[in-house]
Nanobody, 119 residues
Framework: QVRLVESGGGLVQAGESLRLSCAAS????????MGWYRQAPGKQRELVAT???????NYADSVKGRFTISIDNAKNTMYLQMNSLKPEDTAAYYC?????????????WGQGTQVTVSS
């Protein structure tokens, strides 16, 4: 099986930074793509950013210029550098991986990490 574990969430003030990490472990043949999603209370889960194993990135308009997604293929770890945080960035952040488990391509989710930005 494959497991995704997020870390790095916390409570910060507006304008500050955080870096989230997502480590993939288990029977990984290769990673096709990974992404970060977030869900605020009472709202639907939304895409934050995605990255392919080749480094192609995609960002939600609300985070462009402030967040940077990256991946370390050797470590099977993805990162999200979040700068200039705003109160509206407050949410549970989830890691998603499109990963080959043995020869089968599947989507996996982490358990989430809370990011709270105070004004």
């Amino acid at each position: 099986q494959v497991r995704l574990v997020e870390s790095g969430g916390g409570l910060v003030q507006a304008g500050e930074s955080l870096r989230l990490s997502c480590a993939a472990s288990g029977s990984i043949f290769s990673i096709n793509a990974m992404g970060w999603y977030r869900q605020a209370p009472g709202k639907q889960r939304e895409l934050v950013a995605t990255i392919t194993s080749g480094g192609t990135t995609n960002y939600a308009d609300s985070v462009k210029g402030r967040f940077t997604i990256s991946i370390d293929n050797a470590k099977n770890t993805m990162y999200l550098q979040m700068n200039s945080l705003k109160p509206e960035d407050t949410a549970a952040y989830y890691c998603q991986g499109n990963i080959f488990y043995l020869s089968i391509l599947r989507n996996y989710w982490g358990q989430g990490t809370q990011v709270t930005v105070s004004s």
